[in-house]
């Protein structure tokens, strides 16, 4: 048996069975080595970022690594801003990138580079297999990286002669736990601490992110925000956060600094529980970047690397909150709109229209600011924020995200300018059949620049830094580029024909784009 | 003067004057500052690797370099894999990636990343600007890195608040040399070696690659080679080759090892200007990689960091070679083919129409294999070639090319699964007016994979890796993808389809796009 074989039974071993890839020819044995070993799906993507972002996707729904296979330094570079979002989210993910042979390398051939130095800007583990025989343990080491806890991105480099070379072994499953289960144990002294802020009727915050935001935990720190008056937060872009009807309803900390100090006034006491202290997105000139209000004391009950699930149960114990009795959303549902096309109107269509059990990922920027608004009272269903702000990642967690549920409406909720890094994304959902419905809210501009361009203190900005935020010379056809790359894709451009597509598309089995023309500006 | 508008105010007297870029909002004082230097020139491109592969191409035909401005260590990352390229073309050129302000690195936000450790994969010269007041002085320490020899490719990390921040110091011209001139002297033993070998009547081929593949010095090599009667060859991908009507015939060493190999049968004495000593792409099991024949000894009279114009003219002069007595290419022109369009029809055509001085960005990979033929006695042109083997080059060099000579005609030799990584390139050549033809070259699949399938011992490759490599699913609609971006675009299915469409696309302004649809097997 060669490398490459090995290390693909190593992974189904170990309960990766998913490989979203993009491969070259130093990958080549790992590619002929699929139709050895028929429990590995593969998952073909045009571009790397595709890929990695597709895996972050899958890891955020299935809860466990999806691997991805990169083509040497650049395949990964393509991958990496994903890489950085996988990263933010902590989504346990295993990158194979195909080097050249070991034997090789002494030739500095046109591809070679330093693929470990840019694999340790987004990676918690990495290393180069040196031997087939060890390529096995070399895999499992960088599973039990990404299961964490944290959930890392793990890149394991295999030079293409351990790949081929025969004497791979392979590493049997030795019962490795869940991925971001286990974990530092809390302080309890923290905990106390944190107990004693939520029962001393000072006004107190309670901001989750990571683990925190779906399940169980997200059930456990909806009741005691109930039982002490706690005010919920989640962290402005979590992995994924569950909400809808008959979940317990959270406002998001807001990505403008302005609106988080409004959320943030006059808390004593923020309670963090998986989630950072809040801090602005950017700095701005002249103002502060650190959100928690003067004189407000930070509690830390729970980091991403630590045991959430112990913390959550030994603080809802010491405040006296009983599982299942926080705050439900109400279920509630905009009327369908009429008239001109806005973020308002198309907003207003999705929150009456969402199918339950939907995953929404959401690149929407500032054309979906109206979207968590409109379908708080939606069915129940998971929302997948932009967790490290790389743009480009929308697309391809929805691809991920649709690989990880089949049997769940997928709905990418893209800009325009975003949608444009990793299009490439449309074709493996034609390729797949996945059920992923695109609504690209195309307002002809990178309208978060014009705003940002504001923000920092430009307050006439001229007319050659306008041109630079513009994307309307030409216009882009996106139901074009999405024929292109074999999708069905329509074009609305009032809010009765947005409804009447957006209705059809989810309807429809498959993969399809609906194309909604917005002002551009809000 | 804030920092932003003295960086750029510094680059524009040293010459740098256009800059790709791919700006977010720690970028928004450098964009501002546009409207205040109207003397640099600002290209938007929808992906950062867009904006570092077409300053690439600017650096390949301009000789001097382009500034890339870029967000953050995500942006970086998109532009990685044509950085890549770029160093291995030893182009010059200057990445100025905006970061978080200095004083709110601490908070450790969504976007902030190791960025320096990234940029040193590609650059030659990685620094984070610390201070206001200095950064003038780094933008010269990082042009003079990018200067070279070898031309690099300079990263200099601009921290938000040190842009926007009063108290930029502008740095006057200094009189830099020339973009890749100076260097090492040459050794004069190693001058005396071979030209010993050159005069020995041994076989002897002199291999060229870098600077020596136009200008002066190619004349001077041809004119060596003709005077010794040694081979004349040049590496399998240089940055930019001047050939045609009229000019030193070169032919350039294989990429398929095998051919190479029989190019080099019997050459006793290897003399290298500006060329590295001859190995395979890959490795593959059971073949050498080195490329040099048993028994063959290396003569390197110029390295990249090499004074080669020293050399050259020192072994010139120690041979007798007088410039101008190389041999000279016949004008040739294919006839215009008729029926089926094949790779060889193509490339008929494409030798039949070429125009005067046009300049051929290739990424035609496995479709392109017999334009160099049908080429060779085309009217004289530059041929940009895959110069780090980083797929997702052509177009964005095509775009650079174009901006660097907006007079002469770019033809873009495109594969069809290359082009997906960059497709976002036709946007700016659009929004640009840029002279681009794209030959769209579609074979529905990775057909060099496919062929490397083979080469590396998977003898009879099972269904499932064979569609790892396809492109059939759905088949890619190259017209639309280029018409959604807002290019002119036409298909071509039969010989005489291409030919006409060629001709006309050739002999309009601005761009568009031939899809030529292949087949899928050469």
């Known amino acids: 048996m060669n ?33 050895d ?23 955020r729904i299935a809860g466990r690594p999806a691997a991805t296979l990169l083509h040497l330094g650049p395949g990964l570079g393509n991958g990496l801003a994903n890489l950085h979002n996988a990263r933010r989210a902590c989504s346990p993910m295993m990158n194979v990138v195909g080097d050249h042979a070991i034997s090789h390398r002494r030739y500095d051939a046109p591809l070679q580079s330093d693929i470990e130095t840019v694999a340790r800007n987004v990676s918690a583990f990495v290393r180069t297999a040196e031997t087939t025989q060890g390529l096995g343990n070399d895999a499992v080491a960088a ?58 009727g000072e006004r107190t915050a309670i901001l989750i992110g990571g683990r925190a935001c779906a399940g169980e935990l997200l059930d456990a720190v909806a009741a005691m925000a109930a039982t002490t008056g706690a ?17 317990p309803p959270v406002e998001r900390l807001a990505y403008l600094a302005e609106f988080a100090t409004m959320q943030l006034e006059g808390v004593r ?16 000139p002249g103002k502060p970047s650190d959100l928690v209000p003067p004189g407000c004391t930070v509690h830390t009950v729970s980091a991403p690397d630590s045991d959430v699930t112990a913390a959550v149960a030994g603080l809802s114990a010491l405040v006296g909150a009983t599982a299942g009795t926080g705050h439900r959303q109400q279920a ?33 920027n500032t054309s979906g600011l109206f979207v968590p608004g409109a379908t708080a009272g939606s069915p129940p269903h998971d929302w997948l924020c932009l967790t490290g702000g790389a743009i480009g990642q929308g697309l391809p967690v929805a691809v991920g995200a649709a690989v990880a549920a089949p049997d769940r409406r997928v709905v990418a909720l ?46 006439v900005p001229g007319p050659r830094a306008r041109d630079m935020l513009d994307l309307t010379r030409p216009c882009i056809d996106f139901v074009r580029v999405a024929e292109g790359l074999g999708l069905q894709a329509t074009r609305a451009t009032t809010a009765e024909e ?22 551009s500006r809000l």
């Open 231 to 247: 005010i919920l937060l989640a962290e402005t872009f979590p992995a994924r956060l569950e909400r809808g009807a008959g979940r």
């Open 269 to 284: 006491h923020l309670v963090l529980v998986d989630a950072k202290s809040p801090a602005s997105f950017f700095a701005y």
């Open 37 to 59: 070993v028929t429990e590995m799906h593969s998952v073909l993507a045009l571009f790397e970022g595709v890929a990695t972002g597709a895996a972050d996707g899958y890891a």
């Open 414 to 459: 893209q800009a325009d300018g975003s949608a444009l890094y990793t299009v490439q994304a449309w074709w493996t959902m034609a390729r797949e059949g996945l059920n992923v419905t695109t609504i690209l809210l195309n307002n002809q501009s990178y309208a978060v620049l014009n705003m940002e361009l504001d923000r920092v203190g430009v307050e």
């Open 332 to 364: 509630t549902a905009p009327s369908l709109p009429a008239g001109a096309l806005t973020a308002q109107t198309m907003s207003q269509s999705l929150g009456a229209l969402l199918p339950e059990n939907a995953i929404v990922s959401d690149e929407g």
């Open 3 to 35: 490398g490459a074989n090995s290390l693909i039974r190593t992974l189904v071993g170990h309960g990766v069975d998913i490989c979203f890839m993009n491969p070259g020819t130093s990958e080549m044995h790992f590619v002929a080595a699929l139709d």
């Open 498 to 519: 947005f409804s009447d597509q957006l209705a059809r598309a989810l309807a429809t089995p498959g993969p399809s784009v609906v194309e909604a023309v917005l002002p």
């Open 143 to 200: 599973l039990a990286a990404a299961f964490g806890p944290p959930g890392s991105v793990a890149t394991l480099i295999v030079p293409a002669d351990v790949s081929w070379t025969d004497g791979g072994v392979v590493v049997p499953p030795s019962g490795m736990r869940l991925a971001g289960t286990g974990g530092t144990r809390p302080d309890e002294a923290a905990l106390e601490a944190a107990a004693a802020a939520l029962r001393s």
